[in-house]
C-alpha cells in the first residue's frame, strides 16, 4: 500500500527546493510559462516529424507508404478491428476473436498492439481510412512525450521553461522513435511513460501526491506493460542517481526508496489485468528464443548512432536526440557549475546504460528477461531520456564558454571518428555539421549573459536550428527507410489496396453459419480476415499458442514465424472441417472471385468412435483429417521413385534448371497410383523445393522448420490410367520426401462426409462476444465438435451441468457427452490470468482508498 510516511526530501537544486520540509509550490505566472512551454514543446515535435514525411512525400503527406512490416501486417489491421469492436460489427469481443485464426483470444492482442490511449482514435474516422489514425498514434504519442519531458526536466533542475522546451523535443524525436517508435504505435507510450513515471518519483522525493503517483504507474503500465517496464527501471535509476549525488543519508534514502516501492506496486496491482493476461498469453504462446539476434554492436558504429539521422544495419541502439543535447552532454564534464559528483553520476549512469544494451545478460534485463525475434534495441528510448536529462542538467546552470567548446570539441573528435562508419549516410553527416556549428555558435552567445531581447532572440534562433535540425533527421530517416529502396512498392493504404471495392464483392457473411476466408493473399497483408472483417485463418500475433498452432499445423495449416503467423487454409478438408462456407481468390489486379465450399457447420456432433484412423497411417496428416471428418476420404499410395537406389532423397538441380517443371536433370521424378478422377494432394511442411504435376503448374513449398511450415497444396487431378507423377525441384542438399506425402481426395467419398454431418449431427448455433451455445439434435451422444481449436481459457457445460475445460479433438475443440444423450452445450472463453487480475485490480483500489483515508487523517492532525 502507498502509506508511506510523506516527508519530503531536500534536494539542492530541485525545482522550487528549499531547506524546509516541502516544496513550496511554483508562482502562477511560472506554472503557467512552464505549461505554455510543455504546450510549445509538443506543437515543435509533432511539426518537424510531419515535416520530415511532409519533405519526403510519405504518408499522409504524399504517395510514398508509410505502411510497411508489421504496421501494414498487424498494427493497421489491428485498429481496423478495434474500430469493427468499436461500431458493433466484429465477431467478437475484448475477450474473444472470432474473425482471426480460426477463433482466438483477444485480450492479450488488445493490451499489446491497441492500449495506448490515442488508439481509440480509429473510431472517429471512415473504417477504410484506419491507417491515418494509427499515424495519429504515432503523432500524439511523440507530442504528448516531448510536453512530459519539458515538465520532467523541470523537476530536476529549475531554469528557463523554453530551453527545456528545446531539449524535449530532441528526446520525443529521438533515433528509437523515427527509426522504430513510429512505425510500432504501441511502443510510442514508452517515450511519454518515462518522463511521467521520473515525475511520479519526484512526488516520492517531495512526499506529495501519493494516489495521483501511483495512478501514472498504473496508466503507463497498462497502456504498454512492455515499455513500462523499461520506463520504470530507467526512473528507478535515475531516482538512485538523485539521491546519492544529493549526498542524503542512509534513512532518507531508504524511506524515499520505500515511498517509490509502494506507489509502484500500488499502481502496478491496477494494471494487473493488462500485466498477468499478457505474462500467460506469452507464456503459453509459441516460443521464439530461436530466432534471437545478437546485441553485439562495434564501437564505431555505436559511436555513430549519436550522431543525428544516424541509422545502423545492422540494428545498433537507435539513440540520437539531435544536435543540441549532443553538444551539452558532450559539455557536461567540462561544466564547473554543476557538482563534480553529480556529473560523474551522470556519466556513469550514460555509460553504465549504453554497456549495457550489447551486453546480453543486461540486454535481456531490459527486454524482460529475454531477447526479442525482431529489433534487438526496443529499450533504446531509455537512453535517450538519459541524455536529455543530462543535457538539461548541464544547460540549467549555463555553462560557461571553456565548457562549450569543451564539448564542441569533443563532437568535433565525435565526428572524425565516426563520419565514414556505415551509420552516418549524407543526412547525418550533413546535420551533425550544420547542426553542430549552429547550436555551439548560439549557446556561446547566450552564454555571454544578453539583455533580455537579444536573448529572447538567440532563443528563437535556437528553436528555429532544433525545429529544422529535427525535421531533417526525420527526412533523413524517413527516406533511408523507404521501402521503394528495397525494390517494386506494392499497394500499401487500403485506399490503394481498394479495400472499399473489394469489400462491396464479398457477400453479407452467414456468421456463424459459416466463415467467409479471405484465402491468401487478398491484401498480401497477415491479418486480411481483420482487414477484411471476415472470419479466416490469417493472422499474425506474438499470442497465437502453441496448442493453436501445434493443432492447426498438424492438420495442414501452414505456419511461420515459429507459429506466430498463420495462413488461411488452402485445400476443400480443411476448409471444411473449419466452417469455410465461401472463400476469396484475387483475378488479376483488381478483382476478387467469391467461391462456396461444402462446410461442416460451426458446431456439429460426432458419434462415438467415429474418429478411428480408417486405414491411413496413424500419425499422419491424412489420418488426422479422416479422423475429425469421421469418414475416410483419402487414398496415401506408396511413391516410386525414377531413381530406386536414391529412393525418397532428392538430390539439388544443377545451377540454371531449378524450377523447370519440363525437365528432370537429377532423377526427382515421382509416381503413384490412385483411383482415377482423384485430387493429388502433397504434403511436406519441411521441404525446401518447387513440385509440378506432369502437364501442370509448379507450387512452391517453402518449408523451413520451426520458423516456417510449408501448407497441404494441390498438385492436380489424377488421370485415367491411375498414374499420377510429379517432379521436385531443389536447390538444396539433404532434403527428402516423406513416404506419406502424396494423399488422393475422393471427391465424392468427402461430400458426402459434410453432407452427413450437416444432415445428422449440425447444430442450431449463437454465439456471442466470448461465448457459444449449440442446440444439439435430440438424443446427441458422442463428441460435440466446434471449428476451433482448444486453447487455455475454455469451458464449457452440457445441458446447464457444470462447467469443464473442453478436450482436443483432432486438433479442434470438444465437448464429450452424455452417453444418455444431450441436447445442448454452452461454453465460454476467459483470458487466463483475467481473474486474478482484476483481483489485482481490487486490491490496488483498496490501496489507494487506505492512503487517501491516512492522508486525510494526518493532514487534520
Excluded at 504519442?141 to 529549475?158: H, N, Q
Excluded at 483429417?625 to 475416410?632: I, K, N, V, Y
Excluded at 517432379?727 to 506419406?740: F, I, K
Amino acid at each position: 500500500m502507498s502509506t508511506a510516511p510523506t516527508t519530503a526530501v531536500a534536494l539542492p537544486g530541485a525545482a522550487g527546493s528549499h531547506t524546509g520540509t516541502e516544496r513550496r509550490p511554483a508562482p502562477a505566472g511560472r506554472r503557467r510559462a512552464g505549461a505554455l512551454a510543455a504546450l510549445v514543446s509538443a506543437l515543435m515535435s509533432m511539426a518537424a516529424y510531419c515535416a520530415g514525411l511532409a519533405l519526403h512525400g510519405s504518408y499522409p503527406f504524399g504517395p510514398s507508404p508509410r505502411a510497411d512490416n508489421d504496421l501494414r501486417h498487424q498494427y493497421v489491421p489491428f485498429h481496423t478491428h478495434l474500430w469493427d469492436l468499436q461500431h458493433g460489427a466484429a465477431h467478437g469481443d475484448l475477450l474473444y476473436n472470432w474473425q482471426s485464426g480460426y477463433g482466438v483470444g483477444f485480450l492479450g492482442d488488445f493490451f499489446t498492439y491497441l492500449a495506448n490511449p490515442f488508439s481509440w482514435l480509429v473510431g472517429l474516422f471512415p473504417r477504410d481510412q484506419s491507417e491515418f489514425p494509427v499515424f495519429l498514434v504515432s503523432l500524439f504519442s511523440t507530442g504528448l512525450a516531448a510536453a512530459a519531458m519539458t515538465v520532467c526536466l523541470g523537476r530536476l533542475r529549475p531554469g528557463s521553461p523554453w530551453l527545456r522546451a528545446l531539449i524535449s523535443v530532441g528526446y520525443a524525436l529521438c533515433g528509437w522513435n523515427t527509426s522504430e517508435g513510429a512505425i510500432v504505435p504501441m511502443w510510442m507510450w514508452g517515450l511519454v511513460a518515462l518522463p511521467l513515471l521520473c515525475i511520479a518519483a519526484d512526488w516520492c522525493l517531495t512526499g506529495r501526491h501519493p494516489i495521483l503517483g501511483s495512478l501514472v504507474v498504473a496508466l503507463c503500465w497498462y497502456a504498454n506493460f512492455y515499455t513500462a517496464a523499461m520506463a520504470t527501471l530507467a526512473a528507478a535509476l535515475v531516482l538512485l542517481l538523485r539521491l546519492t549525488s544529493a549526498g542524503t543519508d542512509r534513512r532518507t534514502r531508504l524511506r524515499v526508496l520505500g515511498r517509490a516501492a509502494a506507489r509502484t506496486a500500488t499502481g502496478m496491482l491496477l494494471a494487473a489485468p493488462a500485466i498477468l493476461v499478457c505474462a500467460l498469453a506469452n507464456a503459453q504462446a509459441q516460443p521464439t528464443d530461436k530466432y534471437v539476434v545478437s546485441v553485439a554492436t562495434p564501437v564505431r558504429t555505436y559511436l555513430a548512432m549519436f550522431l543525428p539521422g544516424s541509422i545502423a544495419s545492422p540494428s545498433a541502439p537507435n539513440v540520437f536526440t539531435g544536435s543540441l543535447v549532443l553538444l551539452l552532454v558532450l559539455a557536461l564534464p567540462f561544466q564547473s557549475r554543476v557538482p563534480v559528483r553529480e556529473r560523474v553520476a551522470w556519466a556513469v549512469l550514460i555509460t553504465a546504460t549504453a554497456l549495457s544494451f550489447v551486453w546480453t545478460p543486461t540486454a535481456k534485463l531490459w527486454q524482460g528477461l529475454a531477447l526479442p525475434h525482431g529489433a534487438p534495441f526496443r529499450e533504446s528510448f531509455v537512453l535517450s531520456g538519459f541524455l536529455a536529462m543530462a543535457a538539461w542538467v548541464c544547460l540549467a546552470r549555463m555553462p560557461r564558454p571553456r565548457a562549450l567548446l569543451g564539448g564542441a570539441a569533443l563532437l568535433a573528435l565525435l565526428l572524425a571518428v565516426t563520419y565514414d562508419a556505415q551509420p552516418v549516410g549524407g543526412h547525418a553527416l550533413t546535420g551533425a555539421l550544420a547542426g553542430g556549428a549552429a547550436v555551439t555558435a548560439l549557446l556561446l552567445l547566450y552564454a555571454r549573459g544578453l539583455r533580455r531581447p537579444a536573448r529572447s532572440a538567440v532563443v528563437a534562433l535556437l528553436a528555429v536550428t532544433v525545429l529544422a535540425g529535427a525535421a531533417y533527421s526525420a527526412y533523413g530517416l524517413t527516406d533511408l527507410l523507404d521501402p521503394a529502396r528495397r525494390g517494386p512498392v506494392r499497394a500499401q493504404t487500403m485506399t490503394q489496396l481498394g479495400l472499399n471495392t473489394r469489400r462491396a464483392l464479398v457477400p453479407r457473411e452467414d456468421w456463424p453459419a459459416a466463415r467467409t476466408d479471405p484465402g491468401p493473399g487478398v491484401f498480401v497483408t497477415d491479418n486480411d480476415a481483420m482487414l477484411l472483417g471476415t472470419g479466416g485463418g490469417s493472422y499474425y500475433s506474438s499470442y497465437i499458442t502453441k496448442e493453436t498452432a501445434g493443432a492447426l499445423a498438424e492438420l495442414g495449416l501452414g505456419e511461420a514465424m515459429g507459429g506466430r503467423h498463420l495462413w488461411p487454409a488452402r485445400d476443400p478438408v480443411l476448409q471444411a472441417l473449419l466452417g469455410i462456407g465461401t472463400t476469396l481468390d484475387v483475378i488479376g489486379t483488381d478483382g476478387v472471385r467469391v467461391r462456396q465450399t461444402p462446410a461442416v457447420p460451426l458446431v456439429a456432433v460426432r458419434p462415438p468412435g467415429s474418429d478411428r484412423a480408417y486405414g491411413a497411417p496413424a500419425d499422419s496428416v491424412w489420418a488426422r483429417r479422416q479422423a475429425a471428418l469421421g469418414a475416410r476420404v483419402y487414398e496415401v499410395p506408396a511413391l516410386a521413385a525414377k531413381d530406386p537406389r536414391r529412393g525418397l532423397q532428392l538430390a539439388p538441380d544443377p545451377v540454371g534448371t531449378a524450377g523447370e517443371a519440363a525437365r528432370d536433370p537429377v532423377g526427382n521424378t515421382f509416381t503413384a497410383r490412385c483411383t482415377p478422377g482423384a485430387r493429388a494432394f502433397f504434403h511436406a511442411p519441411a521441404l525446401r523445393a518447387d513440385v509440378a504435376a506432369a502437364g501442370g503448374a509448379s507450387e512452391g513449398f517453402y518449408g523451413d522448420p520451426p520458423q516456417r511450415l510449408a501448407p497441404l497444396k494441390e498438385l492436380g487431378t489424377v488421370p485415367a490410367d491411375g498414374r499420377f507423377t510429379f517432379t521436385v525441384h531443389t536447390g538444396e542438399d539433404g532434403q527428402s520426401l516423406p513416404a506419406d506425402a502424396l494423399g488422393c481426395l475422393d471427391v465424392p467419398a468427402f461430400e458426402q462426409a459434410v453432407r452427413a454431418l450437416r444432415e445428422t449431427g449440425g447444430a442450431a448455433v449463437e454465439t456471442g462476444g466470448h461465448t457459444l451455445t449449440a442446440r444439439l439434435p435430440k438424443g446427441s451422444t458422442g463428441t460435440a465438435v466446434v471449428a476451433t481449436t482448444a486453447p487455455p481459457g475454455w469451458t464449457c457445460s452440457v445441458d446447464g451441468g457444470p462447467a469443464r475445460p473442453p478436450v482436443p479433438y483432432q486438433g479442434l475443440l470438444g465437448v464429450p457427452l452424455a452417453k444418455g444423450g444431450a441436447a445442448r452445450i454452452d461454453c465460454a472463453y476467459r483470458p487466463p490470468g483475467l481473474t486474478a487480475g482484476l483481483a489485482g485490480t481490487g486490491a490496488g483500489a483498496l490501496a489507494l482508498v487506505a492512503t487517501a483515508f491516512l492522508t486525510r487523517r494526518r493532514g487534520r492532525r
